[in-house]
């Protein structure tokens, strides 16, 4: 099978390029390195890298005639800073105009896309949330261009499978708490925690199910979640044991951002009717794997889209 990967330099992208190409596909992949990390895939015969933006029409056109892909897993997007609202608009809304036009023109069996839980607002009428629950990005540039590029991907006409998610994090995770604990604490620093709770899942157990969308499993909208939240202070708790810290700092708790919601559950019921072999790597396990890998390669990003977060490791950085 021919894979168009977008953001194969990315955490998820990149999860599913080595699950591919481990059982003989062929795998382009475009990425610019906004937040991927250049050793995520390593170079091997049936993987083609290109360093380009999915904004560029023109350049996706042409990497789409020349490989003929039957499927595309769109995973590429911007989130990094909160207030660059132009690039999150260009790369979310209109590089996903761009994938959406060209899986249609090129006539591409599926097209997979990836959703923020944030869609739905950060005050969910349900919880869990259901996939009916009406879609309310009002939070973050982020999930207002995410959204935008989920409607080009519903409009492009062909086949389409979407996975709203929960909190996905791993080795390869360069947003939100996993890398920003390890990172401080590896520095002797203090973290905060909010009273947020999230539901973490391993990006290794995701790409398995993309992998059986890529196949042709299901169709139309999933949550990808396990349905079950823990405390931030537990991920955080996760990463002291797998460090083996024994002398740490105690996490400062700070309230909650006004762009931050108290818990997103979403209800993964249709994926588990749909995919088969779902299952969800235990959070010790998710911050081992991660903390082994990071002190081998060093550690990147702890971006988030949320302001106040971004305000706190800004003030955290310099102090
Ligand atoms: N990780 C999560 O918890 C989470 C939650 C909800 C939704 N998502 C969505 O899942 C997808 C994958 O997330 P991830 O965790 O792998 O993030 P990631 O940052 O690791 O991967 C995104 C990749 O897209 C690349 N990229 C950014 N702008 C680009 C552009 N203009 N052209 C080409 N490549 C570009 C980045 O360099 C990066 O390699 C994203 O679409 C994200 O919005 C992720």
Partial sequence: MK?????????????????????GDTVVSIDNFATGRRDNLNDQRDLTQVEGSIVDAHLIDQLFSDFKPDVVVHTAASYKDPEDWGTDALVNAVGGANIA???KTHKVGRLIYFQTALCYGTKPVQQPIQLDHPINPVNSSYAISKTAGEN???????D??????ANVIGPRNVSGPLPIFYGRLSEGKKC?????????????DLARVVVQAADGKGGGTYHFSSGKDVAIREL????????????????EVKPLGPDDAPSILLDPSRTFADFTDVTFTPLDEIARLSVERWERDGVVGGYTHLKEARADI????KG
């Fill in 160 to 165: 389409w499978v979407t996975f709203r998610l």
């Fill in 192 to 204: 905060f925690v909010t009273p947020a709770r999230r539901d973490f899942c391993f990006a290794g």
């Fill in 3 to 23: 894979v168009f990967i977008t953001g194969g330099a990315g955490q998820v992208g990149s999860t599913v390029a080595d699950i591919l190409l481990a059982r």
């Fill in 101 to 103: 036009k060209a899986c």
């Fill in 152 to 158: 080009y991907v519903q409009f492009s006409g062909i």
């Fill in 314 to 317: 800004n003030t955290a950085a």
């Fill in 236 to 251: 955080y708790d996760s990463v002291v044991r797998a460090m083996k810290l024994n002398d740490y700092p105690e996490p």
